[in-house]
Nanobody, 116 residues
């Protein structure tokens, strides 16, 4: 069992930056794939970014247009999502997800609000 705890709740103005963290209660293994999702009010959850072992492979949703960066610190069992040039439409609850084989773990989510 792995518990994930997100942090980085924030209220920022459009154009600002915020970094969210996802800390795992146990060691993040090289086989783990970490994914950040987000869900805005009244919308379906959508994938934001993924990262594989050692950060060797990352993928991002096209709508981000290079504004976000996902990274992982395996030594500290933490994954980060750096969000730059934030827009009001980025307002959502952000969730981290750890996939270990066929098992998935979810964090409780962290609220990001971007004001115009």
């Amino acid at each position: 069992q792995v518990q994930l705890v997100e942090s980085g709740v924030g209220l920022v103005q459009a154009g600002g930056s915020l970094r969210s963290s996802c800390a795992a209660s146990r060691s993040i293994l090289c086989i783990d794939v970490i994914v950040w999702y987000r869900q805005a009010p009244g919308k379906q959850r959508e994938l934001v970014a993924t990262i594989t072992c050692g950060g060797s492979s990352t993928n991002y949703a096209e709508f981000l247009q290079g504004r976000f960066t996902i990274s992982r610190d395996n030594a500290n069992n933490t994954v980060y999502l750096q969000m730059n040039s934030l827009k009001p439409e980025d307002t959502a609850v952000y969730y981290c997800n750890l996939a270990r084989g066929s098992v998935e773990y979810w964090g409780q989510g962290t609220q990001v609000t971007v004001s115009s």
